[in-house]
């Protein structure tokens, strides 16, 4: 299909698509290109997070605006599977029609509703805002939920509101001790690495995680320490460190006097996690668990950074809790150069958990059911408080509910890959088959899009105005560089004309910079307030961090005086191991963790289509120690299967001695038989809803080849 030619424009000032480091970039769109070259051309920009440099992602990112998979036309499937196009005053006149009689039929929560944390934060308003007054459903929520939504509930539950990084990056700078627990930066996000470099130097980067990755690396010839725990033995990992600075009085006591409540309840809970016990559990050594411990408590500038390694498991929430309450009783957040942080992965995955798309909020970080709450944004919104739905349902149940008796039939989807990235994709897949209707809003046929009913070919980032929040709770400009192909719509357009259809109360405005001035005055005085920003303030250059109140000049900093609970105070909760859902350990099974590749970004559903990326990794291939390896017969590059109850992965073996004997990795941006979700449980943590991600049993076997004569 031919895209038809861009005009030519300005170079634009912007930052990447992927992930929340959010580099910046400078877009030039060429008059003329030779074939083959991409036609915008892509610079780092100097910046305080990346300093002008970019990986390999977002060098490559323009080639997508170009790309001969991109849908380039509104496309209708057929009973028999095919696609065909259709024009978008058909296409939406039908999805409007179907929309309304599945209302008419089964009730509004029948429509559903499944956001990205890729949106702008212009979308993800927008977003929330269509699903509660143009659908008047309740089933909203995003694919955030499967990376930050632990995180998020432990932030909330200790200092009362959610920012990734209270501090800006550059603050990690001046560290000398960092503890990053199950984050690979070095290969997620390259840049952010510099950021590292004090605390390298002084030899306090402690980096813990069952494999030896890129950012493991980091910590060797002097640079710190690797822990490498068992994996899902984060929660106790983390509970001995505390007894430890507990018991070698380590903590700050004058900043858990003034500053917190809980310690007491804390000690006693952690008493039973002595040094021993916990190296029985993690197969963390106890002298590098006192090492690390009495590091973090010299006061010479600590941090503790969690990712999604400790967070996306079904006691995340208590994970990150526990990495919060180690923080707490050094006396780290809101301290000056030190501090608690979690790290942000998806491109707004900060702003797109602020505006609406959470089943359980309102812009602002706006709880959906607080009265006052409801009160403030109908009033913004033009709509009755009591004719907004209650709380939705969280991602998991919400696609488990798909095709159900009282779930949702018909879904929009924006933004994700639900049939690579949700937790057992199979049962997914087979929901998504159930329902009565399938619309999908994507650049590309992702392997999601391929099985919807209709497919809405939408603008990529360097075609749009916009805003991001990136992981350090900045707000940044995304700007136009050029014109997107005619055939293709921006989402705000979209959702104009739909609930122009559905003869939706309230103003859906198809200009970024208006929906983002009502974004401001539906976020103010909520936790994530906005209300003083707009897109001059961003244009001019200034550092905006939230809370930024009008009148106020914003938060580089949280904490500094008080924490966000009403008497000021951060809440220790003492937490506690529980029970795996499913046994690990077994004999013969090995323990399955999934993560990132350098070269890929989330389902892959853009990276595999950058010829540069997928031909450096054009398949997962299946980690595993060499002592392994030798007990299944398998050698460097053979072919294997790992299989599970609920499904199984072939890929060749990556026989490496950098993970655990009792440990498997795959990477998750893969699809087919090579996709890791096939393996992974949809078990949830009972506070954030987070599926546990990160460890599964499975069982590894060679698989013998065919050898063609
Ligand atoms: S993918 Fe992340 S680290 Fe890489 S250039 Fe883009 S924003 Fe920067």
């Given at each position: 299909m031919t895209l038809a030619p861009a005009a030519p424009r300005a170079a634009a000032d912007t930052h990447c698509p992927y992930c929340a480091l959010q580099c910046a970039m400078t877009l030039t769109p060429a008059a003329a290109v030779p074939v083959g070259e991409p036609s915008v051309a892509v610079e780092g920009r100097d910046f305080p997070t990346n300093r002008g440099g970019l990986c390999k992602k977002g060098w490559t990112s323009t080639v997508l605006l170009d790309s001969a998979d991109r849908i380039a036309e509104p496309m209708r499937r057929a009973a028999d599977g095919t696609f065909s196009p259709v024009s978008w005053g058909d296409a939406l006149d039908d999805i409007a029609d179907?929309?309304?009689?599945?209302?008419?039929?089964?009730?509004?929560?029948s429509v559903g509703v499944f956001g990205g944390g890729g949106l702008t934060n212009e979308k993800a308003y927008q977003l929330g805002k269509f699903a509660r007054i143009a659908l008047a459903t309740s089933r909203i929520d995003y694919n955030g939920r499967f990376c930050m939504s632990s995180a998020a509930a432990a932030g909330n539950r200790a200092f009362g509101v959610d920012r990734g990084l209270p501090f800006p990056l550059t603050d990690l700078g001046a560290a000398e001790t960092i503890l990053v627990l199950g984050s690979n930066v070095a290969e997620t996000m390259p840049p952010f690495i510099a950021h590292l470099e004090n605390a390298r130097a002084a030899g306090g980067l402690v980096v813990v995680d069952p494999r030896r990755t890129a950012t493991v690396r980091l910590t060797e010839n002097g640079g710190g320490?690797?822990?490498?725990?068992?994996?899902?033995?984060?929660?106790?990992?983390?509970?001995?460190?505390?007894?430890i600075v507990i018991a070698e009085k380590l903590v700050d006591e004058r900043y858990l006097r003034e500053r917190?409540?809980?310690?007491?309840?804390?000690?006693?809970s952690v008493g039973a996690w002595w040094p021993q016990r916990v190296q029985s559990v993690t197969g963390v050594p106890v002298h590098q668990l006192r090492e690390v411990a009495r590091r973090l408590a010299s006061g010479r500038g600590s941090y503790i950074l969690t990712g999604r390694g400790v967070e996306q498991h079904v006691d995340g929430t208590d994970t990150a809790t526990a990495a919060i309450n180690l923080a707490l009783v050094l006396g780290l957040p809101g301290t000056p150069h030190s501090g608690y942080g979690t790290l942000t992965g998806q491109g707004n995955g900060q702003g797109g958990r602020e505006h609406g798309q959470k089943a359980d909020q309102l812009p602002g970080y706006r709880k959906i059911v607080d009265p006052a709450a409801r009160a403030h944004v109908a009033g913004v919104w033009g709509v009755d408080p009591g004719d907004l739905p209650g709380a939705g349902l969280p991602a998991v149940e919400l696609l488990n509910s798909l095709g159900q008796p009282g779930g949702v039939r018909s879904l929009l989807v924006h933004g994700s890959n639900v049939v690579v990235s949700a937790p057992n994709v199979t049962r997914v897949r087979a929901g998504l088959a159930a329902l009565d209707l399938l619309v999908v809003c994507d650049f590309f046929f992702s392997e999601t899009a391929s099985l919807a009913d209709y497919v809405l070919p939408v603008t990529q980032w360097a075609e749009e105005e916009g805003t991001m929040t990136s992981l350090e709770g900045r707000v940044i400009r995304r700007r136009k560089a050029l014109d997107a192909p005619s055939g293709v719509r921006n989402e705000l357009w979209i959702m104009h004309e739909l609930a122009r259809r559905l003869d939706s109360p309230?103003?859906?405005?198809?200009?970024?910079?208006?929906v983002f001035d009502e974004l401001a005055r539906a976020s103010e005085g909520g936790l994530a307030d906005y209300s003083g920003i707009d897109y001059a303030l961003l244009d001019s250059g200034a550092a905006v961090y939230w809370p930024y109140p009008v009148g106020s000049t914003g938060t580089p900093r949280l904490f500094q005086t008080a924490f966000a609970h009403p008497d000021g105070l951060a809440r220790i909760v003492p937490v506690s191991p529980r029970p795996a859902p499913e046994p690990l350990n077994t004999p013969g099974s090995l323990t399955l963790i999934t993560g990132r590749l350098l070269e890929h970004?989330?389902?892959?559903?853009?990276?595999r289509r950058v010829?540069?990326?997928?031909?450096a990794k054009p398949h997962a291939r299946a980690e595993m120690h060499p002592t392994t390896a030798a007990s299944l017969g398998v050698a460097d590059g053979d072919l294997v299967e790992l299989s599970n109850r609920r499904g199984s992965v072939r890929a060749r073996a990556l026989v490496a001695a950098t993970i655990r004997p009792d440990t498997v990795f795959l990477p998750f941006h893969f699809a087919g038989t090579e996709c890791a979700n096939l393996l992974t449980q949809d078990a949830t943590d009972p506070?954030?809803?987070?599926?546990?991600?990160?460890?599964?049993?499975?069982?590894?076997?060679?698989?013998?080849e065919e050898v063609t004569a």
């Open positions: 179907r929309l309304r009689r599945s209302r008419a039929e089964h009730g509004a929560d320490t690797h822990l490498q725990p068992t994996p899902g033995s984060d929660l106790v990992l983390l509970l001995g460190l505390t007894h917190t409540t809980g310690f007491d309840a804390l000690a006693r309230g103003v859906f405005s198809e200009n970024p910079a208006e970004y989330q389902s892959g559903a853009q990276t010829p540069e990326l997928n031909d506070v954030s809803g987070m599926p546990e991600f990160k460890t599964t049993a499975v069982l590894v076997r060679a698989v013998r």
